[in-house]
């Protein structure tokens, strides 16, 4: 059975930075895709970023581009999301998520990832 397991959340103020971290434990295998959602509190869950495990090919929302930035170290069987310029909008719950197998789905549809995380609070202070 895989899990992931994210870490890195916390409290920071508007502008600063956090850096969430997510690795693949249990039985392990190469991704096709991996990347975050987030939840904020009455908010649906919502894309954040996605990253190809081969090729590295990255998929952002437009609320974050610019700003986050996806990676994978194959080699850990981790993914990592830094976010710069964080906003009180930012403010969520961040899963972390992954397919190991090929789908027609987007990188953006939640239905395209078969495992999750049990989340990390990330908490913007104005």
């Known amino acids: 059975q895989v899990q992931l397991v994210e870490s890195g959340g916390g409290l920071v103020q508007a502008g600063g930075s956090l850096r969430l971290s997510c690795a693949a434990s249990?039985?392990?295998?190469?991704?096709?895709?991996v990347g975050w959602f987030r939840q904020a509190p009455g908010k649906e869950r919502e894309f954040v970023a996605a990253?190809?495990?081969?090729?590295?090919?990255?998929f952002y929302a437009d609320s974050v581009k610019g700003r986050f930035t996806i990676s994978r170290d194959n080699a850990k069987n981790s993914v990592y999301l830094q976010m710069n310029s964080l906003k009180p909008e930012d403010m969520a719950v961040y899963y972390c998520?992954?397919?190991?197998?090929?789908?027609?789905?987007?990188?953006?549809?939640?239905?395209?990832?078969?495992?999750w995380g049990q989340g990390t609070q990330v908490t913007v202070s104005s």
């Open positions: 998520v992954g397919r190991p197998m090929e789908t027609y789905r987007p990188p953006s549809d939640s239905a395209a990832y078969s495992y």
């Open positions: 249990g039985r392990t295998f190469s991704w096709w895709t």
């Open positions: 990253i190809r495990w081969s090729g590295g090919s990255e």
